[in-house]
């Protein structure tokens, strides 16, 4: 099975912009959790969907939102970007009460100057 | 809320030698899953090991291992017969049990990592 795909891999913006970022999960599994990975703050939970619906967020401001489609893939969206947003940011998807275990992409690395 | 601790930021091993990172946690749930995960400079999250907190027998993955221990809340990774391919970031994570719903859906509870350094 192909895993965890993330699209760009890389991403250079400005201030005030906004990104979206896409994540396309393992064949089969319907839930996709998203984190923020920073030197100072370590990795943070953003939010999980599962079968297009948001079921738990973590304590990021609403410029940060995400959605996932029918096909299970997911996009997260960063408006006004701030200095404070670059970070890697990574995907996971997993097949919740199956099997708890997330499998991880390679990450989007965002640099906002 | 649950925590979870790694008190080495850094460790070193040689070559074919064995080394244990720590981790602790801290939580009122009783059912739950513990993972060790590894980050090469490659930045790929890579899953090295799994233990569910309801199995006492410890988990081992080939040359990996974990020492569990529930009542310490005490989680270890001792990695054996080390190679540099070992080297990396170790991140000690944390998952609620399933039908806990509510705020723990999806979320994993990371460590703050350990670098580890083999040396040949």
């Known amino acids: 099975k192909a895993g965890v795909t993330q699209t760009p891999r890389y991403l250079i913006k400005t201030r005030g912009q906004q990104v979206t970022l896409s994540c396309s999960p393992i064949?089969?599994?319907?839930?996709v959790s998203w984190y923020q990975q920073t030197p100072g703050q370590g990795l943070q939970f953003l939010f999980e969907?599962?079968?297009?619906?948001?079921?738990n967020k973590g304590n990021f401001p609403g410029r940060f939102s995400g959605r996932q489609f029918s096909n299970s893939r997911s996009e997260m969206n960063v408006s006004t970007l701030e200095l404070g947003d670059s970070a890697l940011y990574l995907c996971a998807s997993s097949l919740p009460g199956v099997e708890e275990t997330q499998y991880f992409g390679p990450g989007t690395r965002l640099l906002v100057l | 809320a649950q925590t979870v601790t790694q008190s080495q930021p850094e460790m070193s091993v040689q070559e074919a030698e064995t080394v244990t990172l720590s981790c602790t946690y801290d939580t009122s749930e009783s059912d739950y899953y513990l993972f060790w995960y590894k980050q090469p400079p490659s930045r790929q999250m890579i899953l090295v090991i799994r233990q569910e907190a309801y199995k006492q027998q410890n988990a081992t993955e080939n040359r990996f291992s974990v020492n569990f221990q529930k009542a310490a809340k005490s989680f270890s990774l001792k990695i054996s017969d080390s190679q540099l391919g070992d080297a990396a970031m170790y991140f000690c994570?944390?998952?609620?049990?399933?039908?806990?719903?509510?705020?723990?859906?999806?979320?994993?509870?990371f460590g703050q990592g350990t670098i580890l350094t083999v040396h040949p």
């Open positions: 064949s089969g599994h319907r839930s």
């Open positions: 994570a944390y998952r609620s049990a399933p039908y806990a719903g509510g705020t723990s859906y999806g979320k994993l509870t």
């Open positions: 969907y599962f079968s297009e619906t948001q079921r």
